[in-house]
C-alpha cells in the first residue's frame, strides 16, 4: 500500500511537471490562419497560384541586390509587377476582410525583395517604427523558404509565438506593435517581399528617413 502510494504520489508529479514546462513553452502556431488581433495575422497561399507564379520569376541574381553582410536587399520600382499584384483592389480588399479594418489602402513606400542567405544573422527584437500619424501594417510576403528560420513574437500577454512562414504566404504586423524578431537561416535561404499597407496619407519624419535610406541603395 505505501509503495503504491508513492508511485501515485510521484505520477501526479510527473504530470504536474510536465504540465508547467508545456504551459510556459514557446507557442508554436501550425494552424493555416492565426489571428489574435490586428496587431499581427498570417495568411497561407495569399495569391492565386497564377499571380504567385508571377511572383516567383522575379530576378534573384544577388548582383542587382545591395550585400547589407546579412543580407541582400533591393527596393522595386513602382510600375513592377510585384506592386501590381499586391496592391491591386482584390488583394488589398483581402487584407481589409482579414484585419476587419477597411481604412487599409496601398502605399507608396517602395517595396523591398530581401533574400536572407545561409550565414545571416537574422533580425534582432524589434518594434516596426511608426511612419504615418496612424500605424501602418508592414507585411512580409514569402516567396521561397528552404531555411530553419523562424518569426517571433512577444504579445501582449508576454507569451513568446514563433513561425515558419511557408512559400505564398503574408505576415502582416502592426506598426508599434508586437515586439518581433527573425532568427537566423542556420540551414538554406529565406526569400521575401516586404510591403506596407497604410491607413492614412500624412506620413511623419520616419517615413522620409527611411525614403532617404532607399535613395541611397
Known sequence: MFKQRNICILFLVLVFVFLFIYISSDTILDDNHEITNDHLIYIEDFLSNNDFQKILQLNTNKNSFKNEDYRFIKPLKPNTISNHI????????????????????????????RIYPINSKGMEWHIDTLMYDIPQYEAVFTIRNNSRSYTEWEDNN???????????????????????????????EREILKLIYTQSDKPNDNYYREMKRFNNI
Open 86 to 113: 499586391f496592391y491591386s483592389n482584390k488583394y488589398v480588399q483581402k487584407i481589409r476582410e482579414e484585419l476587419n479594418n477597411q481604412n487599409v489602402k496601398s502605399s507608396n513606400f517602395p517595396i523591398e525583395h
Open 158 to 188: 508576454g507569451k513568446i509565438h514563433r513561425k515558419w512562414t511557408k512559400p505564398n504566404s503574408i505576415l502582416i504586423v502592426r506598426a508599434k506593435g508586437y515586439k518581433h524578431r527573425v532568427t537566423p537561416p542556420k540551414t538554406g
